[in-house]
């Protein structure tokens, strides 16, 4: 009960310090968001008070004098449903192509993006910096730098969301999802999940630090040396006994995996695919599924014995494989 | 016509001598295997009833329970038991029953002019499959709950989940069998049963609202089904259907679950907008304005409806392209509702308006339902939506459309067509201070939330950061006043089948063929069948508009 009335004080007392009504905007792409939502309230609210408005006036002006009152009818008015058909059907319109195109612009990240890698699981976020840094709960990210988190679940369906950046994502089992953002405000930011994952869905929040590109690389380099994904990657590779049918060369009994990322390859099954991530994530887990033709289906499913970090890592040093070293070897 | 009003004036008993559906015979074996639709009604006014105040009683203590931000009352556990039951409860047994079963099962025969539905035994065993899905559910809450959310999204519900995630699906799954039944009754009885005369464009908008609903029931429960059912062999037989750790694809369970609960949605809110129809025309005594164009919206509502679902999605991984169709869609399906609100406030124009309790609730939902229906713009905006999907704001928006419109055009209805129903009056002073207080505590429960929306908190949330609390204290402090305005009407209705005036076959003066029989109507509704020579709501012309055939 005490609490109660504790509580009833602290919200006098926040009353007083006035209700925030907008949340921190920290990215390059929050104000866009905002203006679209601050002229979308101004349409709902004037749109309210336009009806309500007549409602009370008709109420009023209209109100019955007696109670035998029999009001002449009033003629249908075909130009006047055209005229309330068509008006709100060009305001969707307009707000369709803003918020559209804003979408569109929103949802494809730079090529030049620094990647990050994200995995949720009941009920705390894993991120991990390509250079090594593991995170928990915890995203260090520079200011101004275009990043890319590629994301998934280790269980349920989490969903990765920033506030102050005004992304959201769903993280999925089973599949990569991504987004992007550029921070562009130093500062200690929520980081939610925002679909709901069980007992402790509710805690499965964390922070995210926008810290100067020169407060970033000191971060980096700073506390215990960690191994990068790809080399990471290249151990698991070793340790697993990959290498010893991917031979680079070739002459495995499973294809070589050098300059193989990015390629287009034809399967087994007549099918086209791009050598990506969820491509990799498929032939680790289920291997059976794309098979290169020449190649006999003898590759084990790794699924339950590495978990996704792993598979991540796997994925860094199959890329580390990819185009760009090929070019540098043949240099 | 005037010996009626007459009647109420010098407060004169009820007929009490004349023989009617309520006192035709006596006895619980009477009402259990009645076939009367008026009766079968009642029954389900009753049960759905229970359930409004059990779910809502499950909504009080989550309000109470976010008073702090560690949470005030429970653990995160039964926090989350607490909003699953909630959704569940009052989506499915409450929201999607509730016109059509009630008002719909007592007034489509009355307004059509026939005396029964085409299936009387058939609405009978209608009741009986939504009272066992509700025992089923009601069990499963009683032996421990089920904390999935009232969407059930899978792989949680179907390999994580530790509760008794089976019998609420399976509760849900039969009472939709209930509905499947109701919706085909209805559009036979509309299409087979019409009395003489009564053409297609001269029934009554909510006739046209119920058989809208009625196929969205029949198209779009077998799927909610079938879904339900594919999530219960998953989860007992690990048979990989939704979960990618045994071959599955979590994605294709919301794909299904959408397919039917956005249409869903419109179940819950089309026979409302028939309802506003109905009381809109009775207070300011004009014929509607637009006839066809509110006809023809319900309608377009429901063929739309199945054709939105992906906006649920925008953020789930679905591709862009995908999002800019659901995105348009989403955009079309606003326009016939807004067609709909026009039309309402231009009836009222040179009408001759009065207020009775009806009426403000209808005036309340007016307001409500458009506010809800224009910030359905900000989340059918993939931009905007990015932002606000999955947190307070959604949360709001769902309760303005589906309590501020459909709860609001429910509550109207029963307060219009209870003298109809029981033969008595209510006071209507209180019918109006209650409709005062829900409107007031309803907007303080749910506007704050559109605000902690926006301010980035996430809904389903047990505990929450400080920052939110002064808006959740609000919201809660909303959620009592609302509370309180639900218990108000529930007292003096009851307080009104015994005590209240008797209210005469028409109290309000209103047009419509429900209006020309006796109240309570007797078990055949009419001592003969109506043959009907007017348009509906002609309220210029004084007379009936019926020939006695």
Known sequence: MTGFI???????AAIQEGIPIRPPAASSIAEGVDRLHFFLTGLTLFFTALIFGVIFYFMVKYRRRSEDERPAETEEHLGLELTWTLIPTLLTVVIFVWASSLYFLNSRP???????????????????????????????????????????????????????????????????????????????????????????????????YVMTPADYATWLSGGARNESMTQAGERLFNRLGCVTC???????????????????????????????????????????????????????????????????QLIAYVKSLGPEERKSNAK | MSTAVTDIRDGAPAESSRVHYLNANYGIKSWLLTTDHKRIALLYLGSITLMFFVGGAFAVLMRLHLIQPQ???????????????????????????????????????????????????????????????????????????????????????????HTQVVPVALGVFITGFSSILTGLNFVVTIHKMRAPGLTWFRLPLFIWAMYATSIIFILGTPVIAITLFLLGLERLLHIGIFDPAIGGDPILFQHLFWFYSHPAVYIMILPGMGVMSELVTCFSRKKIFGYSFVGFSSMAIAVISFLVWGHHMFVSGQSIYAGLIFSVLSFLVAIPS?????????????????????????????????????????????????????????????????????VMAYLGGIHFWWPKITGRMYPDGWARFAALVIFVGFNLTFFPQFMLGYLGMPRRYAVYPAEFQVLNVMSSAGASILG??????????????????????????????????????????????PVITEEAYDYANPNPGVARG
């Open chain 2, 338 to 406: 807004a067609i709909k609100v026009f039309n309402w406030t231009a009836t009222l124009y040179k009408g001759s308006v009065s207020y009775q309790a009806p009426m403000l609730y209808a005036m309340g939902f007016i307001g409500l339902f458009t506010m809800g229906g224009l910030t359905g713009l900000f989340l059918a905006s993939l931009a905007t939506d990015v932002h606000l999907n999955g947190t307070y704001f959604i949360v709001a928006h769902f309760h303005y459309i589906m309590v501020g419109g459909a």
């Open chain 1, 6 to 12: 504790q509580s009833g004080f602290d919200t006098l």
């Open chain 1, 110 to 208: 730079p090529s030049a993006a620094m990647e990050i890698f994200v995995v949720g699981k009941q009920w705390m976020w894993h991120l991990q910096h390509p250079e090594g840094p593991r995170e928990i709960n915890e995203l260090h990210v520079p200011m101004g730098v275009p990043v890319k988190l590629t994301m998934t679940s280790e269980d349920v369906i989490h969903d990765f969301y920033v506030p102050a950046f005004r992304v959201k994502k769903d993280v999925v089992p089973g599949r990569y999802t991504s987004l992007w953002f550029e921070a562009t405000k130093t500062g200690i930011y929520h980081l939610f999940c925002a679909q709901y994952c069980g007992a402790d869905h509710a805690e499965m929040i964390g922070w995210v």
């Open chain 2, 71 to 161: 949470g005030a009352l429970v653990e995160p556990d039964t926090y989350n038991k607490l909003f699953t039951l909630h959704g569940i409860i009052m989506v499915f047994f409450f929201l999607v029953p509730s016109i059509p079963a009630t008002l719909g099962n007592f007034l489509v025969p009355m307004m059509i002019g026939a005396r029964d539905l085409a299936f009387p035994r058939l609405n009978l065993l209608s009741w009986y499959i939504y009272i066992v899905g509700a025992i089923f559910t009601l069990y499963a809450t009683i032996s421990g709950g089920a904390d999935t959310g009232w969407t059930f999204y899978t792989p949680y519900s179907s390999g994580f989940s």
């Open chain 1, 246 to 312: 991917h031979i680079a060369d070739g002459t495995g009994r499973g294809p070589s995996l050098v300059g193989l990322y990015g390629k287009q390859e034809k399967l087994r099954s007549g099918e086209v695919r791009v050598v990506d991530e969820a491509l990799i994530r498929q032939a680790i887990v289920n291997p059976n599924s794309i098979i290169l033709p020449n190649y006999p289906p003898i590759m084990p499913t790794f699924q339950g014995q590495i978990n996704e970090e792993q598979v991540l």
């Open chain 2, 484 to 529: 309180v305005g639900y218990l108000i009407p529930l007292i003096y209705l009851v307080w009104s089948m015994r005590y209240g005036p008797a209210a005469g076959p028409n109290p309000w003066r209103a047009k419509g063929l429900e209006w020309e029989t006796p109240s309570p109507p007797p078990t055949e509704n009419f001592d003969e069948i």
